[in-house]
């Protein structure tokens, strides 16, 4: 199995710019808009995998449950790194692991109704406790400021890949940062073998309630 962290020696400058310099990159958007950041290739056939692993994963790639079971290492780097560096999938079929810049901010909502759900950018005190999609008084204001996660895929990472004025601290940043996102691309492989060593694909068959109206007779 392909193994994506790479050791680095963080106290040589020529070893963390050639570790930088040289590392895969991928497309944040599109290939027209020319912007690049470090990437991995997880497609299933690049990760060195036995066959009959390979076969069980093209036979898992289109359950939800599975995606978002890697979703959840994604969500796991952003938070470590505190959404400033994020991580998505790209591609036409999405089988490389990019980094993106991102941040939390503000996302200017000041309460929420606790029965839908509905958002609201005014507060209870402005407004009242009435939601107006589902019209129960169940309109709260948030405790705290609610924050967004932003992310921007227009953005390169690094798109000269000319260190030569980086600092040494600058260079150690940035190469402790693409260690990690080496790290997120193991973990990611690593649970996609697990899933396919103790999962099977199977059929459910469920019932969907839906609504309707009809004509009824008056009592």
């Not at 710019?17 to 290739?41: D, G, P």
């Not at 599975?66 to 089988?95: K, T």
């Not at 953005?155 to 000269?160: A, E, I, R, S, T």
Request: hydrophobic share 35%.
């Amino acid at each position: 199995m392909r193994s994506f962290y790479q050791q680095v020696d963080l106290r040589s400058r020529n070893a963390m710019e050639h570790y930088l310099c040289n590392h895969f990159r991928y497309h944040t958007m599109n290939s027209w808009n020319r912007a690049t950041s470090y990437a991995h290739n997880l497609k299933v056939h690049r990760l060195g995998l036995e066959q009959d692993i390979v076969t069980k994963l093209f036979d898992m790639i289109g359950l939800d449950e599975f995606h978002e079971r890697l979703q959840d290492h994604m969500r796991e780097f952003a938070v470590r790194h505190d959404y400033r560096w994020q991580a998505y999938m790209n591609g036409r079929s999405g089988g490389y692991l990019v980094l993106y810049q991102g941040a939390i901010e503000p996302s200017g909502y000041k309460s929420f109704c606790r029965a839908c759900g509905q958002r609201n950018y005014r507060s209870v005190k402005e407004t009242g406790s009435v939601c107006g999609v589902c019209h129960e008084p169940t309109r709260v204001d948030y405790p705290t400021t609610h924050k967004r996660v932003v992310t921007y895929p227009g953005q390169g990472v690094d798109p000269d890949q000319d260190y030569a004025d980086w600092s040494m601290s600058e260079l150690r940043d940035r190469a402790r940062l693409i260690q990690d996102f080496g790290r997120l691309a193991d973990a990611m492989v690593a649970e996609a073998v697990w899933m396919a060593n103790n999962c099977t694909v199977e059929d459910e068959v469920y019932l969907v309630e839906k609504r309707r109206q009809i004509l009824a007779p008056c009592a």
